[in-house]
T-cell receptor
Framework: GENVEQHPSTLSVQEGDSAVIKCTYSDSASNYFPWYKQELGKGPQLIIDIRSNVGEKKDQRIAVTLNKTAKHFSLHITETQPEDSAVYFC???????????FGSGTQLTVLP | DAGVIQSPRHEVTEMGQEVTLRCKPISGHDYLFWYRQTMMRGLELLIYFNNNVPIDDSGMPEDRFSAKMPNASFSTLKIQPSEPRDSAVYFCASSSGVGNYGYTFGSGTRLTVV
């Protein structure tokens, strides 16, 4: 089955700096890669996603890049703010298989 | 829409007792997923349904776990008998079968088995 590895497990940045979280996946048939943000005591919330026919996608301060050849994808957060502090999860799935395989999560802390 | 609704939010039970977790998916979503989250194992898929039919239950840990979806607006996850190692946060999520594959998660049920 699919295996998704996520790095780093913890990340601390100064407010205003950028944060980058990286994931690799094992199944070359995977074609959908979402990112979720989980705040304390809440369920994960979808923040951005990308499909395999696109190399990059941006939404305000958040961007995701995908390298299908290398089987890795990354989340970029620019101009970080304290409210960006949370656990971030990457995930992957194949087209017809709806189930997502999640990475192990990254605890992002934005220091004021 | 109120989102995915899970109940209870917290459950504390004694080892050996039956536990039932409940989920109401978003109206119109035809996929429903049950995940378990622990520090050691992260987010694990237990089972998912499509149009109320179980599609893949290979993640269900053992026969003590069972899940049902009697209609499009309700699903249950049952553990009988419960054990301390079942302590975790259980999430329900739903998604639409058309277009976007993104899940909407509920707030989770924190289960503690003592």
């Amino acid at each position: 089955g699919e295996n998704v590895e996520q790095h780093p497990s913890t990340l601390s940045v100064q407010e205003g700096d950028s944060a980058v979280i990286k994931c690799t996946y094992s199944d070359s048939a995977s074609n959908y890669f979402p990112w979720y943000k989980q705040e304390l005591g809440k369920g994960p919330q979808l923040i951005i996603d990308i499909r395999s026919n696109v190399g990059e996608k941006k939404d305000q301060r958040i961007a995701v890049t995908l390298n299908k050849t290398a089987k890795h994808f990354s989340l970029h957060i620019t101009e970080t703010q304290p409210e960006d502090s949370a656990v971030y999860f990457c995930a992957a799935s194949k087209g017809s298989a709806r189930q997502l395989t999640f990475g192990s999560g990254t605890q992002l802390t934005v220091l004021p | 829409d109120a989102g995915v609704i899970q109940s209870p939010r917290h459950e504390v039970t004694e080892m050996g007792q039956e536990v039932t977790l409940r989920c109401k998916p978003i109206s119109g979503h035809d996929y429903l997923f049950w995940y378990r989250q622990t520090m050691m194992r992260g987010l694990e898929l237990l089972i998912y349904f499509n149009n109320n039919v179980p599609i893949d239950d290979s993640g269900m840990p053992e026969d003590r776990f069972s899940a049902k979806m009697p209609n499009a607006s309700f699903s249950t996850l049952k553990i009988q008998p419960s054990e301390p190692r079942d302590s975790a946060v259980y999430f329900c999520a739903s998604s639409s079968g058309v277009g976007n594959y993104g899940y909407t998660f509920g707030s989770g049920t924190r289960l503690t088995v003592v």
